[in-house]
C-alpha cells in the first residue's frame, strides 16, 4: 500500500502510511476494503487466484450479493470469502 499510496489515498481518511500503522500493522484489527485490495493485488492475483466476496446485506430472501476482485477471473481457482455485516 505505501509503495502505491496515490492507488489507495483517495480512498483512505488518512495517508497510506498512517493507514498502515492503524489498521495493518495493529493487531486484533478486522480487514477492511482498502486492506483487502492491497493484499488481492500484491499477493493473491498474481498468484493466479481470483477473490469474491459473498456479502450478506440481510435483504429478504437467501441470494447473497457477490463482489469479485479479479476481473475476467472466471477460468482461475477462487477464493470465496463470506461478509456479514
Do not use: W
Request: glycine share 6%; aromatic share 8%.
Amino acid at each position: 500500500m505505501q509503495f502505491n499510496a496515490n492507488r489507495y489515498e483517495p480512498f483512505l481518511e488518512m495517508t497510506a502510511r498512517d493507514y498502515c500503522k492503524a489498521r495493518i500493522e495493529a493487531h486484533a484489527q478486522e480487514i477492511e476494503q482498502a486492506g483487502l485490495q492491497v493484499l488481492i493485488d500484491g499477493i493473491i492475483a498474481p498468484a493466479g487466484i481470483a477473490v469474491e466476496v459473498l456479502y450478506l446485506d440481510r435483504s429478504e430472501g437467501d441470494a447473497v450479493t457477490p463482489h469479485i476482485f479479479v476481473p475476467d477471473g472466471a477460468d482461475l481457482p477462487t477464493i470465496r470469502l463470506l461478509y456479514r455485516p
